[in-house]
């Protein structure tokens, strides 16, 4: 109770406050209602779809927007983009697919503790394209494969974790949060970044485009992570003879591949070959999705109520769509442009590269705050972008930079992104110990994507 008064109270102080000098009486009060908004999305009075809908309503009615307007971001072709990816995630867990993709590369190559955590990375790189929610991805495939391992090699939570369980536990974790940046359908709140980034700066960044952008820095970021992990974290249990043969046993548990699995995989390599082909073909990265889902209705990969009751697509549908309504009516409004405009005039002297490097760290950084990737994008991802390009930085390059910080910021604590409550709860590190390893990964995570990933796209042609 205490937490939605004070996100009341938040707006009606803003509401009430004298308006800045060059702003409309519309900007002032949209820009209440947002913040007070954002302030919900972080301290959870409600579930923050239930907060979405509760402000998208109250800007109707007060008329800040007009109905239609206020309704707007549900109907955008990204949120639904989402929507289908989740079911494909639902597809990859129901099968069994995403397991069978795990123990078919530990059965190959884990013969240690170090290639056990590349086992994950890569499985993780494999279905990330395919899973909007890296706690879906992450807590729901991998974290289970991680704890039934730790268990096999007898290390639990307590004076045996330094065994193996600790180093696999933080680097599955950290793989995560990498490939969570590599692709726009790989967390939801990518989708909010690209929709942002073209209502902000106009700059339209296809599913193609992310991919190539992020795929040399982030493929590098992932051969990195094990091994740093190994380093600040090391196992006692260096080789892991026996992990091949454990995972033959759950092959032969699971059987020959299904109808299922066949229809998911080869929809999931269609829906990626159309996806990285789109700017040659024209076709609409959201129409794909919906195309496959269908396939994978028609086939019984999923049935329908597979599809009614996939809550994290609806809920996620719901709170992104409001934040889009809100966020579209915040720029259009002019208020994004008076910050930005205003942010700039302070940074004069300062080269656009100074600026941008300063408004990365800061954004990267300012997640120590924040318990959710979703709220830290919609706080401040537009407003960054503006001073950004306002600076004079160009609009692609900034828009890039401050994007693919989203998923690599959830390595920073226990709460910083879903699946990081799930693997830090199994108890297998100390909080000083999950956030140290959590800040020496990102120190490499940002050196990957915001200095050699510019690099990279200076070669691609982008800025």
């Not at 239930?50 to 971001?73: C, D, M, N, Q, Y």
């Not at 890296?134 to 090699?153: K, M, W, Y």
């Not at 599955?172 to 700066?201: D, K, W, Y």
């Not at 318990?371 to 503006?386: I, K, R, T």
Request: aromatic share 12%.
């Amino acid at each position: 109770m205490q937490k939605g008064i004070f996100t009341v109270l938040i707006g009606i102080i803003i509401w009430f406050c004298p308006m800045p000098a060059g702003l409309k009486p519309e900007a002032w009060h949209m820009f209440a209602i947002f913040v007070s908004t954002i302030i919900g999305f972080i301290l959870h009075p409600l579930p923050i779809g239930a907060i979405a809908l509760i402000a998208v309503g109250i800007t109707g009615f007060l008329k800040v927007l007009k109905p239609a307007a206020a309704l707007s971001g549900f109907g955008n072709a990204t949120i639904w983009l989402i929507v289908s990816a989740f079911l494909f995630a639902k597809g990859f867990i129901k099968t069994g697919l995403g397991k069978r993709i795990a123990y078919k590369i530990m059965a190959a190559i884990a013969t240690s503790s170090l290639k056990l955590g590349y086992t994950m990375a890569f499985t993780d790189l494999i279905i990330a394209p395919a899973t909007p929610s890296n706690t879906a991805r992450g807590g729901g495939i991998l974290f289970p494969i991680v704890r039934s391992l730790c268990a096999a090699f007898e290390s639990e939570p307590g004076p045996t974790a330094k065994k193996i369980g600790s180093y696999l536990v933080a680097c599955t974790f950290q793989n995560n949060c990498i490939t969570s940046s590599m692709f726009i359908t790989a967390v939801a709140p990518n989708l909010l970044v690209v929709s942002l980034a073209a209502e902000t700066a106009g700059v339209e960044i296809s599913w193609g485009l992310w991919a190539l952008a992020c795929i040399v820095p982030g493929l590098l970021a992932l051969i990195i992570c094990p091994y740093l992990v190994y380093k600040v974290c090391p196992p006692e249990l260096k080789e892991t003879p026996e992990a091949p043969q454990i995972a033959r046993e759950e092959l032969a548990k699971m059987g020959p591949m299904t109808g299922g699995e066949k229809i998911v995989l080869g929809t999931f390599i269609l829906a990626l070959a159309l996806w990285a082909t789109s700017s040659f073909t024209g076709f609409n990265a959201t129409m794909i999705a919906l195309v496959c889902v269908g396939i994978m209705l028609i086939g019984g990969a999923i049935e329908w109520n597979d599809v009614t009751t996939e809550k994290g697509a609806w809920d996620t549908l719901v709170w992104m769509g409001g934040l889009m309504s809100l966020a579209t009516g915040l720029a259009k409004s002019g208020f994004v442009a008076w910050f930005a405009k205003g942010v700039a005039g302070s940074l004069t002297g300062i080269s656009w590269l100074t600026a941008l490097i300063v408004l990365c760290l800061v954004n990267m950084y300012v997640h120590y705050a924040f318990a959710s990737l979703s709220a830290h994008v919609g706080a401040v991802y537009a407003a960054f972008l503006a001073v950004a390009v306002a600076a004079g930085a160009p609009p692609m390059m900034a828009a890039l930079a401050l994007g693919v910080e989203t998923g690599i910021m959830g390595c920073l604590t226990h709460y910083a992104t879903g699946p990081a409550p799930i693997f830090f709860g199994a108890e297998y590190h100390t909080q000083p110990e999950w956030w140290k390893i959590g800040f020496i990964c990102s120190i490499s995570s940002v050196i990957c994507f915001l200095v050699i990933g510019p690099i990279w796209w200076k070669v691609l042609g982008l800025w």
